[in-house]
Nanobody, 115 residues
Framework: VTLVQSGGGSVESGGSLRLSCTTS????????VAWFRQAPGEEREWLATIDRYGGIKYADSVKGRFTISQDNAKNTLVLQMGSLKPEDTAMYYCAAGLVVPQDYWGQGTQVTVAS
Protein backbone atom coordinates (compact mmCIF):
# COMPACT_ATOMS: atom_id res chain seq x y z
CA VAL A 1 0.00 0.00 0.00
CA THR A 2 1.28 3.45 -0.87
CA LEU A 3 -0.09 6.93 -0.31
CA VAL A 4 1.25 9.81 -2.39
CA GLN A 5 0.35 13.37 -1.43
CA SER A 6 0.20 16.52 -3.50
CA GLY A 7 -0.91 20.09 -3.00
CA GLY A 8 -0.27 22.39 -0.08
CA GLY A 9 2.03 25.42 -0.10
CA SER A 10 1.74 28.94 1.26
CA VAL A 11 -1.34 31.14 1.49
CA GLU A 12 -2.49 34.31 3.20
CA SER A 13 -4.75 34.15 6.23
CA GLY A 14 -8.33 33.57 5.12
CA GLY A 15 -7.25 31.78 1.98
CA SER A 16 -7.86 28.26 0.74
CA LEU A 17 -5.72 25.27 -0.19
CA ARG A 18 -6.40 21.78 -1.46
CA LEU A 19 -4.50 18.66 -0.50
CA SER A 20 -4.72 15.39 -2.42
CA CYS A 21 -3.65 11.87 -1.55
CA THR A 22 -3.66 9.02 -4.05
CA THR A 23 -3.81 5.54 -2.59
CA SER A 24 -2.80 2.27 -4.19
CA UNK A 25 -2.50 -1.31 -3.08
CA UNK A 26 -5.83 -1.85 -1.34
CA UNK A 27 -7.39 -3.53 -4.36
CA UNK A 28 -11.13 -4.02 -3.86
CA UNK A 29 -10.93 -3.94 -0.08
CA UNK A 30 -12.78 -1.20 1.80
CA UNK A 31 -10.58 0.98 3.94
CA UNK A 32 -10.69 4.04 6.16
CA VAL A 33 -8.80 7.24 5.42
CA ALA A 34 -7.89 10.29 7.44
CA TRP A 35 -5.93 13.53 7.52
CA PHE A 36 -3.58 14.55 10.31
CA ARG A 37 -1.21 17.45 10.86
CA GLN A 38 1.77 18.18 13.02
CA ALA A 39 3.22 21.58 13.80
CA PRO A 40 6.82 21.99 15.03
CA GLY A 41 7.05 21.09 18.70
CA GLU A 42 3.45 19.91 18.79
CA GLU A 43 1.85 16.48 18.90
CA ARG A 44 0.21 15.06 15.82
CA GLU A 45 -3.39 16.22 15.52
CA TRP A 46 -6.20 14.26 13.89
CA LEU A 47 -8.31 16.40 11.53
CA ALA A 48 -10.89 14.30 9.67
CA THR A 49 -11.82 10.73 8.79
CA ILE A 50 -13.87 8.86 6.24
CA ASP A 51 -14.41 5.38 7.64
CA ARG A 52 -14.72 2.24 5.54
CA TYR A 53 -18.52 2.63 5.54
CA GLY A 54 -18.43 6.23 4.33
CA GLY A 55 -18.99 7.93 7.67
CA ILE A 56 -17.29 11.31 8.03
CA LYS A 57 -16.05 13.00 11.18
CA TYR A 58 -14.11 16.20 11.82
CA ALA A 59 -12.08 17.59 14.65
CA ASP A 60 -13.65 20.66 16.23
CA SER A 61 -10.63 22.72 15.22
CA VAL A 62 -11.44 22.35 11.52
CA LYS A 63 -15.17 21.66 11.45
CA GLY A 64 -16.90 24.07 9.07
CA ARG A 65 -13.62 25.13 7.45
CA PHE A 66 -12.18 21.89 6.05
CA THR A 67 -13.92 19.29 3.91
CA ILE A 68 -12.72 15.72 3.45
CA SER A 69 -13.83 13.80 0.37
CA GLN A 70 -12.89 10.68 -1.52
CA ASP A 71 -13.08 9.79 -5.19
CA ASN A 72 -13.17 6.01 -5.09
CA ALA A 73 -12.90 5.69 -8.85
CA LYS A 74 -9.58 7.50 -8.75
CA ASN A 75 -8.47 6.25 -5.33
CA THR A 76 -7.97 9.86 -4.34
CA LEU A 77 -8.54 11.48 -0.97
CA VAL A 78 -8.95 15.25 -0.82
CA LEU A 79 -8.82 17.78 1.99
CA GLN A 80 -10.26 21.14 0.92
CA MET A 81 -9.18 23.76 3.42
CA GLY A 82 -10.81 27.18 3.71
CA SER A 83 -10.73 30.18 6.03
CA LEU A 84 -7.16 29.26 6.84
CA LYS A 85 -5.51 30.71 9.92
CA PRO A 86 -1.85 31.06 10.89
CA GLU A 87 -2.39 28.33 13.48
CA ASP A 88 -3.20 25.92 10.64
CA THR A 89 0.47 26.05 9.65
CA ALA A 90 1.82 22.51 9.91
CA MET A 91 2.96 19.44 8.01
CA TYR A 92 -0.14 17.63 6.79
CA TYR A 93 -0.37 13.86 6.35
CA CYS A 94 -2.91 11.52 4.85
CA ALA A 95 -3.28 8.08 6.37
CA ALA A 96 -5.20 4.89 5.65
CA GLY A 97 -5.97 1.49 7.07
CA LEU A 98 -8.40 -1.38 6.73
CA VAL A 99 -10.09 -0.36 9.99
CA VAL A 100 -8.12 2.32 11.82
CA PRO A 101 -6.67 4.80 9.32
CA GLN A 102 -3.16 4.84 10.74
CA ASP A 103 -1.50 1.80 9.17
CA TYR A 104 -0.17 3.59 6.12
CA TRP A 105 0.98 7.19 5.72
CA GLY A 106 1.64 9.70 3.00
CA GLN A 107 4.96 11.51 2.79
CA GLY A 108 3.58 14.75 4.20
CA THR A 109 3.13 18.17 2.67
CA GLN A 110 3.78 21.57 4.22
CA VAL A 111 1.00 24.14 4.64
CA THR A 112 2.02 27.64 5.68
CA VAL A 113 -0.53 30.36 6.44
CA ALA A 114 0.81 33.89 6.67
CA SER A 115 -0.88 36.40 8.95
Amino acid sequence: VTLVQSGGGSVESGGSLRLSCTTSGFGSRKYSVAWFRQAPGEEREWLATIDRYGGIKYADSVKGRFTISQDNAKNTLVLQMGSLKPEDTAMYYCAAGLVVPQDYWGQGTQVTVAS
